[in-house]
Structures are given as C-alpha cells and as structure tokens.
C-alpha cells in the first residue's frame, strides 16, 4: 500500500502529461518514516507541500535545468487573464483535495498495520534503491528534491570554475568564428520551438521559401540539426558559447571567453541583438551586454516605433514580422559596417495565438489524414509563415546580402505526450544560408 498511495495519481496522469519521475519518489518513504514523530496536521501539510512541488518538477524538469531555472523564467511571464487563474486554480484544489483524500486513506491503513515507520519501511527502501541501481531503466526511484538542494549550493557558491555544466557544442561557433574579411553583415537568428519534425516530408514543407533561394541562386544553402536540452535559455547559452549552464554563472570569465558575441567584437563587428518581448523576461537586459550585444532592442523599444502586437495572451510581444522589417532597413542604414545581429524569435512560443483561415486548413489537410495533430500543424504553419516572410525579404533586389544561420531552440514544449513525440527529443534544425 505505501508503494502505491503516494504515485497512484502520478500514473493516471502520465499518459496525457509529461511526467520526468520515477516509478517511486524517495521523499515520500522519508516523509513516511518521520510519521510517528511529528503531529498529524504537520505530516498532511508537509507531504501536500512536497506533492505540489513533485508535480511542479515533474511536469517541467524535461524543459529547465532545475527548479530555480522554472523561477527565473516565470518572473517576468505577463498576468494571467482572471479566467485562466480560475482553472488553473481550480485544477491545483482539485490536485490538493485527491492527495488529501489519498493521504487520510493512508493513515486510515496505518492505523491498523503500522506501515508508516522506519522499521517498516527500510527493507522496502533498500529494495527499491537495489532495483534502481540494477536496473537499466534508472526511473524506478528518483530524488527530485536533489537537483533543487544543487541548485542553490552552486546560486550560493561563487567560483569562477566551470561547475555544473555541459559542453553541447554550437552550431553557431562553427559557422561564424572564421569568415572572410568581405561578410559586413551576419546573423544569428534562434528561432522560437522551431524542432526537427519527425515528419520529414512536412519539415521540409516549411522550408520551400528558403531552399527557392537556393534554386534561383541567391543563396547557397547548408542544413543539418544540432543536439538541444531544455528551452529557450539554455538555447541561448549553448548557440553563444557551446555549453549548457545556469543563468547565474553568466559573469564567470570562462563565459565570456567563449562567447561568439565577444569573439565577433573582437573581429571587428557590432552586436546587435533583438527581441520582441520585454528585456526584463530571463533578464536578458543583464545578461546579453555580458555575453557581448552591444545594442539592444526589446518590445519596450519597438512598441516607441509603433510596431503591431502579436502572439498569444501569455505571450503577446513585437509581431516577428515587424521586427523583420525593421532588421533589414537597418541592415540597408550603414551598408560598409560590420554588424553581427543577434536575433532570438517569439510569435512561436506556446501556447500559440491559433489561426483558423483557408490558407491554414489547405496546409494542414492533408497532413491531418497522415495522423499529425492540430496542435503540431499550427506550430508548424506558423514557422512556414516566419520563413516566407524572411524569404521574400531575401529575395528583395533592394536587400543586402547576409550571412544568416537559423537554428531552433528546441521542439515546442507540449505538455502532451502524444504532440511531443512527433518530434526529435534530441536535435533540432538548423539552415545557413549563404550569400552568392
């Protein structure tokens, strides 16, 4: 009984949500063995505490490096609408009362075979840890209060050393470390969930804009994918310097010493980076003059050049449209400097402002026969739409030649297990394209 009680709700979720868990959480047996120590109330308040933060790290440790990683990004995320705090605080009571009503069953059962204590307890605990060492699948028992216990060991520590990090590599880095003295203007454009579809036919749909420049020879074109972990932040990093690290270690000179942005300062370029959110969001109005842009634009800048909204609720910022217009007058300004643009997307980011028109329905029909959901099609049409637009501005006589590199972030973050695996869990894509 104690092995079920605490997970029975986790495993009826697990087929529609995401869970990163395992088959047993090992707080769940500590909190069990300190049962017979502590009053009744503060043993329900401490394990409905603990269950919350299990489903909170659960559902998004596939997306954060921990959790202090999930706060640093929902500090800034616009106001709910008082209808989506009405569900999904209806939801957490709903969560709360179950775990509750699960509880007391438990301490119903305990009162009549004493399971809730340490003598009980620990050949269970042995047992679990044993399979869980033996066993290939290293989900059968997980500690997710370790990776937040780490966190803040290393948000504490101060070193300069490179801790708690992994070298990924950078598409970017390979790119544009060494380019010829004649490229005046280049950019690294991160585009928003922009994953490697599992779909080859329909990711290569996407791109037909583009490879047109390859076609009428505007463009030379080189594609492949890139190894991805986590959102958007964490793209950032690995596409700036090769590494995943948290964002508290941005100021250590290993950073720094590996950041493409400095290194094109150093060629001889000026960094200029773009957003169509707030500079406040993941704090990149801090962190991107220490990583090497050197002029920056955010939606606070935009919205004094009276650009349009657009994007979802949650996420309403700078249509990437507009900001697209606005890069290349601004690239045609000052045609002899070197500028290197740094441009990080977001129209894309779900939850994603829907479109429901004839051009949407001719594009998705056939590719819902072939069983590709809606919510994946949307995703996918709306990039389709980023890369035309881009792709007629390339294709302006007008227009400067650039050299650009358009890479993804990672797969869009569907909390739907069944929407997620339509995508590569592990690569993303990336285009370069080339002036002729």
Not at 30 to 56: E, G, H, K, T
Not at 84 to 93: D, P, Q, S, T, V
Not at 131 to 138: A, D, E, G, R
Not at 169 to 183: I, R
Request: proline share 4%; net charge positive.
């Amino acid at each position: 009984m104690i092995l079920i009680i605490p997970n029975i709700l986790f495993w009826l979720l697990e087929p529609k949500v995401h869970l990163e868990r395992g088959v047993f959480v090992a707080e769940y047996f500590l909190l069990a063995c300190i049962y017979p120590f502590i009053s009744r109330r503060f043993f329900i308040v401490i394990w409905i505490l603990f269950a919350i933060y299990d489903l909170i790290f659960s559902t998004s440790s596939l997306f954060f490096m921990d959790f202090m990683e999930l706060l640093h990004a929902l500090a800034k995320i616009p106001n709910m609408p008082f209808t989506a705090m009405l569900k999904w605080g209806g939801l957490l009571i709903l969560f709360i009362v179950i775990i509750y009503a699960l509880l007391k069953l438990l301490m119903r059962y305990n009162a009549s075979f004493r399971i809730l204590n340490f003598r009980f307890l620990w050949p269970l605990i042995i047992f679990c840890l044993i399979i869980n060492f033996v066993s290939s699948n290293k989900n059968i028992v997980s500690v997710p209060s370790w990776p937040f216990i780490k966190a803040a060991k290393y948000a504490i520590m101060k070193s300069t050393q490179k801790r708690n990090i992994e070298y990924f590599g950078s598409v970017a880095q390979k790119v544009f470390t060494n380019v010829p003295d004649s490229n005046k203007k280049e950019a690294l454009i991160l585009v928003e969930s922009w994953g490697l579809l599992n779909n080859d036919s329909l990711q290569q749909e996407l791109l037909q804009s583009i490879y047109a420049l390859a076609r009428d020879h505007r463009y030379a074109i080189k594609e492949g994918t890139s190894k991805y972990k986590y959102l958007t932040q964490a793209g950032e990093f690995r596409e700036i310097t090769g590494y995943l690290f948290h964002y508290y270690q941005v100021r250590d000179k290993w950073v720094q010493q590996n950041s493409i942005l400095i290194k094109k300062q150093q060629q001889g370029y000026h960094v200029i980076g773009m957003h169509g959110n707030t500079s406040k969001f993941y704090r990149r109005h801090l962190i991107w003059p220490v990583l090497g842009v050197q002029e920056m634009y955010f939606a606070e800048d935009f919205q004094k050049m009276s650009m349009p909204l657009c994007g979802d609720a949650y996420f309403k910022g700078i249509c990437d449209t507009s900001i697209n217009t606005w890069f290349f007058n601004k690239v045609k300004k000052q045609p002899e400097r070197k500028e290197f643009y740094y441009w990080v997307t977001l129209n894309t980011h779900l939850p994603i402002a829907e479109i429901h028109d004839k051009s949407f329905n001719r594009f998705a029909e056939k590719w819902l026969k072939q069983g590709i959901s809606e919510n994946v099609l949307q995703v996918a049409y709306q990039h389709k739409l980023y890369f035309d637009d881009l792709a007629g501005k390339l294709r302006d006589p007008l227009a400067q030649k650039m050299h650009i590199l358009l890479i993804g972030d990672h797969s869009p973050p569907f909390i739907d297990p069944a929407s997620r695996s339509q995508y590569n869990k592990t690569y993303v894509p990336y285009i370069e394209l080339i002036s002729e």
